[in-house]
């Protein structure tokens, strides 16, 4: 058993991404006390049920009262109202973290509500599945993947230290960069390919004659694999899209053209340029098995080790 890290953990959200960390809290031993509290009353009885804590509170405010150590984990666009919540009751001293999958925003909704003597440090765990909710959430979903730390330029080291060690113990491996560097990796990385599989999925199911049934009769695995990305929580990807809204925007429009000119390829029977793009693909594929990152989300989020 890992030593305990904080006394006191205050985990805001508990769904997909805080149920894991809970999880992972009670297995390790990390914490003394953990204290959850999330919006709706019925995904905190359900926390509940799941004993994923050690109380249970409607009242992020309460929650938050004594923690050492506060990670909120809801819907990007729903930080600023948190951060406004908790502000007046946070522990001097206390660290406020957060899971989002955006990071400008997030700064720019919590930093101006954290008191002096509160250490806040934006963080995003680069994990998770297209599952969402408290039943969803797995211990061992953040093991060999990175966190991504944007933390701001007056950052207290040692509070640094102490949550880059929470998040090595759950088996994450730890970076850091800006938040616009963040959003901007990200956005290709992440943002474009699940924009992209709503798009292709709902392309397919205006086209009327095709959906009847044969979308899902015929679905080959290309197919099936953007409707995985495309069964992603609404809100939650509503709000990626809203909250990295100049990133998302400049990809798709570099995206756009590389697409016109695959289209143009096509049209006029370029077969080479097709091979040129089509080999350079498979060669980052490649790198990425190399360099130990095709983690398989859906069976390993369908496997749930702990289970
Ligand atoms: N789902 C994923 O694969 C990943 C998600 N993230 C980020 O983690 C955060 C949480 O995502 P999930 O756990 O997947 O979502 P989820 O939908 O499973 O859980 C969200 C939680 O936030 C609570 N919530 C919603 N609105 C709220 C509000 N206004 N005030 C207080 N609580 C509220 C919900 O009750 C629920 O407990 C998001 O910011 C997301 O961008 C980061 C990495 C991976
Ligand atoms: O399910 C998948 O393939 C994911 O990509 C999960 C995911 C979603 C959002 C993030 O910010 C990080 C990871």
Known sequence: ????????????????????????????????????????????????????????????????????????????????????????????????????????SVIAQMAPHMPDGVHFIPGHPLAGTEKSGPDAGFAGLFKGRWCIFTPLPDTDPEALARLRNFWEALGSRVDEMDAVHHDK???????????????????????????????????????????????????MWRDVCLHNKDAILEMLARFSEDLAYLQRAIRWGEGDKLMELFTRTRAVRRSIIEAGQDVDVPDFGRQRPDA
Not at 194 to 213: C, F, P, R
């Open 185 to 235: 990796v990200l956005a290709i990385v992440s943002h474009l390919p699940h924009i992209i599989a709503y798009n292709i999925v709902g392309t397919a199911d205006d086209l009327e004659t095709v959906t009847e049934s044969e979308v899902i009769k015929y679905s080959a695995s290309g197919f099936r694999d953007f409707t995985r990305l495309a069964a992603s929580d609404p809100t």
């Open 1 to 104: 058993m890992t030593a305990v890290l904080f006394d006191r953990i205050a985990l805001i959200g508990i769904g997909l991404i805080g149920s894991s960390i809970a999880r992972d809290i009670r297995k390790l031993g990390l914490a003394k006390h953990v204290v959850i509290s999330t919006r709706s009353a019925e995904t905190l009885k359900r926390a509940e049920e799941l004993d994923l804590g050690s109380s249970y509170t409607g009242s992020a405010a309460e929650a938050v009262e004594g923690a050492d150590l506060v990670v909120v984990s809801v819907p990007v666009g729903a930080s600023e109202a948190v951060a406004q919540e908790i502000a007046s009751r946070l522990k001097p001293g206390a660290i406020v973290t957060d899971v989002g999958s955006t990071k400008a």
